[in-house]
């Protein structure tokens, strides 16, 4: 079973980050070669010599956060400077996703992504929304998962699984407001937030409404899905660099993995859907078409390994280039939110408690 590690941080946001840099300083440098190497690989494989634009990239990225979130910055140098690496190539690692697109943008295809969902209070056993995803990337990237808990001087209580020495990913705050993300892919990019940032910029509001307007209003690199759910409701919001179509949360479950569903986005995808993502949307959208659902459920349809290699939960044992590298499941008006490191079936389940009140 895989363990997932923990460590609790407080302060002002630099101080937060340098106390991440330091205790987490081995698996922080440790990440950065290792997506930097699979960016080189990335590029390599598609022909492409551009890596002398990581540089500027990086740069850029920095300077873009810096002037848009000053506090999220903050705390990035913070952890750069604990961990003794380059804040630029971090940032850049961090968001590699995004970021490698604005390197070059590449036709060919890949089998990376995420699995999410939210499901409606009439559909749940305890009458309130559940938010879930699966959170699949670099095989490699399993051994440098972590929860993040936040405790800042001011703003809300957050935990977040994510990277070493990396911002929001998928997490909740204090307050019951979850977030978390798909990869999309859309050809139009552009200089912007990556979406981690906009993750850890947008977990520090009161409510899913105030976290939907940061993403919806933000310069963004490249194509996400956002996930922003409370106790109210949630709103999915499928978004390419320079559109955002809404969905919020009605009678039925929403779904989405690693293709578009918007027609408008559909016409920019540079490449046909994977096969991956296609099997794991019809997977978990046949699960949660009947029934109610509880905690125990929605670790059953994050655990579904009924295609094997296809399934929504993706071992490494498969031997694929992407591995499920960490699990989360919310309840936001319980304020209840449970993690796993690797695949929902293989990973230690726990409860992250919070410890204000909210």
């Known amino acids: 079973m895989y363990e997932l590690d923990q460590i609790t941080v407080s302060g002002d946001a630099r101080s937060m980050g340098r106390q991440q840099g330091e205790a987490l300083r081995d698996r922080v440098q440790s990440l950065l070669g290792h997506r930097l190497n699979e960016m080189t690989n990335y590029l390599a494989d598609r022909s492409v010599d551009r890596m002398h634009r990581i540089e500027e990239v990086g740069q850029t990225c920095l300077s873009r956060l810096r002037d848009w979130d000053p506090e999220g910055w903050d705390e990035h140098m913070g952890v750069a400077e604990g ?3 380059d804040a630029a190539r971090l940032l850049l690692v961090l968001n590699m996703t995004d970021t490698r697109d604005l390197v070059c943008w590449s036709p060919a295809g890949d089998d990376e992504g995420c699995t999410a969902l939210s499901i409606p209070p009439d559909r749940t056993r305890s009458s309130t929304v559940i938010m879930a995803q699966s959170w699949d990337l670099n095989r490699g990237d399993i051994e440098h998962v972590v929860a993040v808990h936040r405790l800042p001087d001011e703003g809300p209580e957050t935990w977040s699984v994510t990277v070493a020495g990396g911002p929001t990913l998928i997490g909740m705050n204090e307050h019951g407001l979850w977030v978390g993300t798909t990869n999309l892919k859309t050809s139009d990019v552009q200089d912007g937030i990556g979406y981690m940032n906009l993750l850890h910029r947008a977990i520090r509001q009161p409510d899913r409404i105030r976290a939907a307007a940061v993403i919806e209003s933000a310069t963004r690199i490249a194509a996400h899905t956002y996930w922003l759910g409370d106790q109210g409701g949630a709103v999915q919001l ?121």
């Open 83 to 85: 961990a003794e690496v």
């Open 238 to 358: 499928e978004c390419s660099a320079s559109d955002v179509i809404r969905h919020d949360l009605a009678a039925d479950p929403i779904v989405q993995t690693n293709h578009c569903l918007d027609a408008g986005h559909q016409a920019r995808e540079p490449e046909a859907a994977s096969v991956s993502s296609r099997h794991r949307f019809d997977r978990a959208t046949a699960l949660l078409a009947e029934g109610e659902f509880d905690l125990e459920a929605v670790r059953g349809v994050l655990s579904d390994r009924s295609e094997g290699a296809l399934s929504i939960s993706r071992h490494p044992e498969d031997g694929e280039p992407t591995t499920t590298n960490a699990c989360l499941i919310g309840i936001p008006a319980e304020r209840r939110l449970e993690a796993c490191r690797g695949p929902a079936d293989q990973g230690h389940w726990v409860r992250l408690p919070f410890v204000r009140s909210g």
